[in-house]
C-alpha cells in the first residue's frame, strides 16, 4: 500500500514524520494517517508533495508491483549500522555465515522450483 511505502522509504531517509509533513506542506496528522492506512486515497497532489520531499518518483509510490522489492543501497547500509550499534563486532561475524549461507541456499532453491 501507499502509505507503507511512504513510510518505509521515510524512515530509510532518516526523516521524521513531522520533518516529511513540514517539507511535504501537509499535516502531520494526515501524513500519519496516509502511513498507517487509514487514508487509502490520498489526492495526486498530496503523493506528488510527498514525493518531491522523498526524492522520489510518483510511480514508485503508487505501483502496484510486487511487495518484494529488493532492498535499496541506502537500506542495506542502515541494516549494516544498526548491527554495528547493536554491538556486533567484525569477529562476531562469522557467526551469520551460517545464517547467510543457508539464505544463499533457499534462494538457489527458489530459482530451480520456478
Known amino acids: 500500500m501507499i502509505g507503507d511505502k511512504i ?3 521515510r524512515k530509510s531517509r532518516g526523516m521524521t514524520l513531522s520533518e516529511c509533513a513540514e517539507r511535504a506542506n501537509i499535516s502531520k496528522s494526515y501524513l500519519s494517517n496516509i502511513e498507517r ?3 487509502q486515497n490520498p489526492s495526486i497532489q498530496i503523493i506528488e508533495k510527498v514525493a518531491l520531499v522523498l526524492g522520489v518518483e510518483v ?3 503508487i505501483s502496484t508491483n510486487s511487495t518484494h522489492e529488493e532492498p535499496t543501497e541506502s537500506e542495506w547500509l542502515d ?3 544498526e548491527l554495528k550499534e547493536s554491538g556486533v ?3 562476531h561475524l562469522q557467526g551469520f ?3 547467510i549461507e543457508f539464505a544463499k541456499w533457499q534462494n538457489e532453491k527458489g530459482k ?3
Open 79 to 81: 541494516f549494516v549500522k
Open 7 to 9: 513510510q518505509k522509504i
Open 37 to 39: 492506512n487509514l487514508n
Open 59 to 61: 510511480s514508485s509510490l
Open 89 to 91: 563486532k567484525t569477529h
Open 112 to 114: 530451480t522450483n520456478i
Open 97 to 99: 555465515r551460517t545464517v
